[in-house]
């Protein structure tokens, strides 16, 4: 029997409002696309106030036991190191110690500080606001804190640097969990897209060139990013959005900054990079699965995109 997957918001007096409210936004759209699980809202406390006054009540108590594919989401909060001294909190941090285990814990901005006093962290790399950085390596130099960071993931732990980079966070969570497809869509219908860094973890192709707000070049994308396999000329996608090819050329480089045939090509060489990533398929197959005529045509496409061969890039990034 399939179990249901539970994520539990855990939330503490001055708990930051967009700490909390953005990753769940997030989550309520993923559910919305037909991903299954349940969302808890749970605290020592059953009212108090938020950053800002926002007052929260009937909250559900701490659970007593949790599923090993439950998530735990951990807001930060406002004059953290104060925030996390208080009788809540530390029934909190004593719920944390004494229940989590190896479950997926997802922390937000100074979460990594309520984290790190449970013992979440061990000697994992994370992320936090850029302000508690400094505090955080003195009081825990055994954790390993990066700076210039959206988000880090390092095993269990899912960590954010805190306010608009916990959606980024959650669409990452999205994405690898339940879908790219399911995480493109969350981001579009949120009209929000991915940043990263180069050290970022890889994020799908799908999501870039999507900041934008066009409907007719999203539904063209969306077509594209849908049909892989498919070899479109710009008439039949120009057909799509009731467009012109005049237009849509220009429609193109204006919110992307690239042309309609760039963008084939970028949507391509990203879906084959996954698979070339995550299955064993040979390159012919990859090739043909991406629209391409030949393997040799794929190969010479993916050398100029990536600066590698197929095989090198299969090599560097898979374990097959």
């Not at 497809?181 to 973890?201: C, K, N, S, W």
Request: glycine residues 6%; proline residues 3%.
């Amino acid at each position: 029997m399939r179990v249901r997957v539970t994520i539990y918001f855990v939330l503490l007096s001055d708990t930051l409002p967009l700490d909390f409210a953005g990753p769940l936004q997030v989550l309520i759209e993923a559910r919305r696309l037909g991903v299954s699980f349940e969302i808890k809202y749970v605290s020592a406390s059953e009212q108090f106030s938020l950053d800002g006054g926002l007052q929260l009540h009937n909250l559900d108590p701490l659970p007593n036991r949790l599923q090993p594919e439950d998530v735990i989401v951990l807001p930060g909060c406002n004059r953290a190191f104060a925030a996390y001294s208080t009788e809540c909190a530390l029934k909190t941090i004593c719920w944390l110690k004494r229940n989590v285990t190896n479950q997926t814990v997802l922390t937000i901005c100074s979460g990594a500080l309520l984290a790190a006093k449970a013992g979440l962290l061990g000697k994992k790399s994370y992320t936090t606001h850029y302000q508690l950085i400094e505090r955080m390596r003195t009081a825990f130099p055994e954790c390993r804190v990066l700076e210039n960071r959206i988000f880090v993931e390092d095993d269990n732990l899912i960590s954010s640097a805190g306010i608009s980079s916990g959606i980024d966070m959650a669409l990452y969570y999205v994405t690898t969990r339940f879908g790219e497809h399911i995480g493109a869509q969350v981001a579009q219908e949120m009209l929000v897209y991915f940043r990263r860094t180069g050290q970022d973890p890889q994020l799908s192709s799908w999501l870039q060139f999507r900041n934008h707000m066009h409907r007719g070049i999203h539904k063209i994308q969306d077509e594209i990013c849908n049909n892989v396999e498919k070899n479109y000329s710009l008439d039949q996608l120009a057909n799509i959005a009731c467009l012109s090819q005049r237009q849509l050329s220009r429609l193109f480089t204006l919110h992307l900054g690239i042309t309609p045939r760039e963008y084939l090509q970028h949507i391509k060489v990203g879906h084959a990079k996954q698979l070339l990533q995550c299955s064993n398929h040979s390159v012919e197959r990859i090739a043909q699965s991406c629209g391409y005529s030949s393997s040799r045509q794929f190969r010479r496409v993916f050398a100029k995109e990536v600066q590698i061969s197929p095989q090198q890039y299969r090599q560097q990034h898979s374990p097959y």
